[in-house]
């Protein structure tokens, strides 16, 4: 299988801290994953003054009395930024990647060479976001979170219709609640996504821990994002969805795990690990009790001990009935050339 695409997601965790941003880059390379990224977007070209804030983000954040549009204008990342984070995760030896909110930030982030753009949930039904993000001609991938299979379906033909290839397109299969509650996980619509739209497939986590997402790649997630935080109990919105850079490593080291243990060729056979514990762990007839040469041998005669490198159990029925060529003692593991 295609190495797993595993992308941790800083978001607005930042803080608007430019110090808490180049931190996160550092926690995400030394987890090990392939993308860190962020959010490009202008509170003003993104919200209106006057939308409340969402129920989660009220209570990750306390603060019950300020606009969406306050809380994102305290988020953005300035132009100068932007450069200045590509710069430091190359430095880092990660991939740089942001979510556009609109197309002056998709614009923006095209001029910043990103290889591929992600169109988070909230702008799958946005018609000539959907439009202008495939314009770019990269590849993308979706975010489903809140949405039904027909208004996937209707995204999917809006790029595809305006130049985007249907194997350029990696949908992941997500929940919009921050944390996700594990009963609304619904981990198996992923496979009904794949299967709807012939595309690869990948999964957005917001639960609390690092389990869905490994187990989504052993359900053969080709991408996994995932939010981490450098302290839960940061003051914002996303904090307590995320994981720490501990848990963060903990479920890069676990995917890589799963990947190699899900990488077989499916047959069943002795793998070269374990062939040397055969022996030891196998048993062959050994003989029950002293027999004299020439007894014929019954089956109340024989004992299934370790080690394996005898007679195997499953030619019992051929050994009963033999004739013993020799005296033998009992515990005496038995071979063939043991009768006439």
Not at 249 to 259: D, H, L, S, Y
């Amino acid at each position: 299988m295609k190495k797993v695409i595993i992308i941790a997601e800083a978001g607005v965790n930042h803080n608007g801290s430019m110090e808490n941003a180049l931190r996160l880059i550092d926690a995400a390379a030394d987890a090990g994953a392939d993308y860190v990224k962020f959010q490009t977007f202008k509170a003003a070209r993104l919200v209106s003054r006057e939308a409340k804030q969402a129920e989660y983000q009220q209570r990750n954040t306390g603060h019950t009395g300020s606009s969406q549009f306050e809380m994102l204008q305290k988020l953005e990342i300035s132009e100068t930024q932007h450069y200045e984070l590509q710069a430091y995760a190359t430095e880092r030896g990660i991939r740089f990647l942001s979510t556009g909110f609109d197309e002056e930030s998709i614009d923006f982030l095209d001029t910043l060479g990103i290889d591929i753009f992600k169109v988070p949930s909230g702008e799958i039904t946005n018609y000539p976001y959907l439009k202008y993000i495939a314009s770019k001609g990269k590849p993308i991938i979706l975010s489903t979170g809140m949405t039904t299979l027909g208004e996937i379906e209707q995204a999917v033909n809006v790029l595809i219709e305006n130049g985007i290839a249907r194997e350029e397109i990696r949908i992941l299969h997500c929940n919009t609640e921050y944390p996700t509650p594990m009963q609304d996980v619904n981990l198996m619509a992923m496979h009904t996504i794949k299967t709807a739209f012939g595309t690869g497939v990948g999964y957005s986590d917001h639960t609390t821990g690092i389990e869905i997402p490994i187990a989504a790649v052993a359900l053969g997630a080709e991408i996994i994002e995932k939010h981490f935080t450098l302290d839960k109990e940061m003051d914002g919105p996303d904090h307590k969805a995320s994981l720490d850079p501990v848990e963060l490593r903990q479920m890069v080291t676990a995917i890589r795990n799963v990947e190699q243990a899900i990488a077989g060729s499916g047959f069943k056979q002795p793998s070269p690990s374990e062939k040397k514990n055969m022996t030891v762990a196998r048993k062959s007839i050994h003989l029950r009790v002293d027999i004299s040469q020439g007894t014929v041998i019954t089956e109340g005669d024989l004992l299934m001990i370790r080690p394996g490198d005898g007679i195997s159990p499953f030619d019992m029925e051929k050994v009963v009935g033999m004739r013993a060529g020799k005296d033998l003692t009992a515990y005496h593991k038995l071979t063939w050339s043991d009768f006439i």
